[in-house]
């Protein structure tokens, strides 16, 4: 079965710093990978996503992550963090194979110091 | 507007009740989930949907009942069965179940706590 692991349950980052979030997943095939959002007591939003075309995605909000296949990772990036940025984000992966059943990271709680 | 509503946003539950989340789409999406989260677990799949009237079991359906007599409507309902029922729950819906890139959109999510 596919899993995805999310390093770091919680990152700090100062305000103007990089942003990186890992996500490594485990595979045999190719899969697709998606970046979500949370802000507190709200649903997901989805920040970017990875469907086998370019290997760098952008997404909203500045957000970028690049598939690695050699490495199963796809590590979330930002140049210059916002306090706004703070929330919590999760890594997903599917897989043609499963149909649109997707399986989550447990997730990485961002802060952002001023 | 187009979008997923879920009521109530709290919900609070004597213990051997069984209580009903809602979850309404008006985007036409055929397929529409539920999931469950923890704090640290990320998301776990409760049911999902990918027609009216047709639905299948997730990770994590023990307790748990659905039914889906309406394309735009996905009901949960958490009986008593279901052991440890607090948690956040999101609905979200997608244009198809067939295709892995289809994007899940989410609802804001129901907190039901067992008091």
């Known amino acids: 079965a596919q899993s995805v692991t999310q390093l770091g349950s919680h990152v700090s980052v100062s305000e103007g710093a990089l942003v990186l979030l890992r996500c490594n997943y485990s595979?045999?095939?190719?899969?697709?990978l998606f970046w979500y959002v949370q802000y507190p007591n709200q649903g997901l939003q989805l920040l970017l996503k990875y469907t086998s075309a370019a290997t760098l995605v952008k997404g909203i909000n500045g957000f970028e992550a690049e598939f690695k296949k050699s490495e199963t990772s796809f590590h979330l990036t930002k140049p210059s963090a916002h306090m706004s940025d703070a929330a919590e984000y999760f890594c997903a992966v599917g897989y043609n194979n499963a149909g649109n059943m997707l399986t989550f990271g447990g997730g990485t709680r961002l802060m952002v110091k001023p | 507007d187009g979008g997923i509503t879920q009521s109530p946003k709290y919900l609070f539950r004597k213990e051997g009740q069984n209580v009903t989340l809602s979850c309404e789409q008006n985007l036409n999406h055929d397929a529409m989930y539920w999931y469950r989260q923890d704090p640290g677990q990320g998301l776990r799949l409760i049911y999902y949907?990918?027609?009216?009237?047709?639905?299948q079991k997730g990770d994590i359906a023990e307790g748990y009942s659905v039914s889906r007599e309406k394309k735009e409507s996905f009901p949960l309902t958490v009986t008593s069965a279901q052991k440890n029922p607090t948690a956040f729950y999101l609905c979200?819906?997608?244009?198809?179940?067939?295709?892995?890139?289809?994007?899940?959109?989410f609802g804001p999510g129901t907190r039901l706590t067992v008091l």
């Open positions: 979200a819906s997608s244009i198809g179940l067939a295709l892995s890139y289809n994007e899940q959109f």
């Open positions: 949907s990918q027609i009216v009237n047709d639905f």
């Open positions: 595979s045999s095939v190719p899969p697709y």
